[in-house]
């Protein structure tokens, strides 16, 4: 049997007894390590893998392998830069117009005084912000393709609605978006406590005064973490896209496929893996701008 871990006691500067706790942590980075293990093989492979093509050129003849910033500069050029920005541009506008629609219907959740309402929005939340794929741009094919159901009932054509467009193809992802952002918001919404309301109500406040100075400001955070992981989950949309418009709108993920299928030109793998790459740095960023939102949220709303 182990010795048991003993706590050193010192005296303190006026004479009192203050308890010096030892650190575990030898045993933390023990518990810790099957994680990391895991992480490093699912994701530290794969991305050393991106980056070593995504810098490396191999001459076909002779097999000799050297460095090279040849496919980084492609992947910034011409049309593959016109898919990052097409991209960025799709990820930002959905991302945007989820966010305040799915702001305002959580809010509308928050306030119903209905259990069963909230209890099914929310379920129905959970379903939706997971369905996407090839069952969700069939299912808008069948609805509001050109011989869509609603499209004839509607004559949606006649209105110049095309669903193969980048305006259809923003429809398609505020579908699973605004579940999504219902629910990251509804448990920020919830940590608003009720006497910040009834003390700005006892001051004189109104409402829209107590949104203004109170209410906003405390949920900012949560609100600008949950567009930065609607913008995160957007850009990196691939089969749903691929599915509904295939190479009409430029978008990064599907110029991806196609280099790496040599449906345009053949031999541009590489090309392929800087792209891979330009995107893992995109959401990089991503993620270091979303981590301290989260942790600010959290620590205003706990």
């Known amino acids: 049997m182990s010795a048991p871990t003993t706590t050193p006691h ?8 203050t308890i010096r706790r030892r650190r575990r942590g030898p045993r933390t ?10 992480t490093g093989l699912c994701f530290g ?9 995504a810098v490396t050129r191999t001459d076909p003849a002779g097999g000799a392998t ?3 910033g040849e496919h980084l500069a492609r992947s910034l050029q011409g049309p593959y830069l016109g898919s990052l ?16 629609l799915g702001v305002l219907s959580a809010q509308a959740l928050v306030t119903s005084r209905s259990t069963a309402l909230r209890s ?9 912000a997971n369905f996407g794929g090839v069952p969700l741009a069939f299912a808008f094919i069948a609805t509001a393709g050109i011989s869509g159901v609603v499209t004839q009932l509607a004559d949606l054509t006649g209105l110049g ?17 605004i579940p999504l952002m219902v629910l990251v918001t509804v448990p920020a919404l919830d940590g608003l406590r009720p006497q910040w309301r009834e003390a700005a109500q006892n001051n004189g406040a109104t409402g829209r005064q107590f949104w203004r100075h109170v209410g906003l400001p405390v949920l900012a955070p949560s609100l600008l973490g949950g567009f930065v992981l609607l913008f995160g989950t957007a850009f990196a949309a691939h089969a749903t896209a691929a599915a509904l418009v295939g190479g009409s709108v430029p978008l990064v993920t599907l110029k991806i496929a196609d280099a790496l299928s040599g449906n345009v ?18 959401a990089g960023l991503v993620m270091a701008v979303y981590l301290p939102l989260q942790r600010r949220s959290a620590r205003w709303l706990r």
């Open 45 to 53: 492979i794969p991305l050393g893998a991106i980056a070593f093509g």
């Open 120 to 128: 099914a929005a929310l379920t129905a939340s959970g379903v939706l």
């Open 85 to 100: 920005v097409g991209s960025v541009q799709l990820s930002a506008l959905t991302a945007l117009l989820a966010t305040l």
């Open 161 to 177: 609605w095309d669903l193969y467009s980048f305006t259809g193809l923003t429809v398609v992802y505020l579908y699973f978006l």
């Open 10 to 17: 010192t005296e303190g500067p006026a004479g009192g007894t």
């Open 265 to 282: 030109l053949t031999g541009q793998e590489n090309v392929a893996l800087a792209l891979g790459l330009d995107m893992i740095l995109i």
């Open 29 to 38: 980075w023990l518990a810790a390590l099957p994680l990391l293990v895991f």
């Open 66 to 68: 050297r460095v090279t």
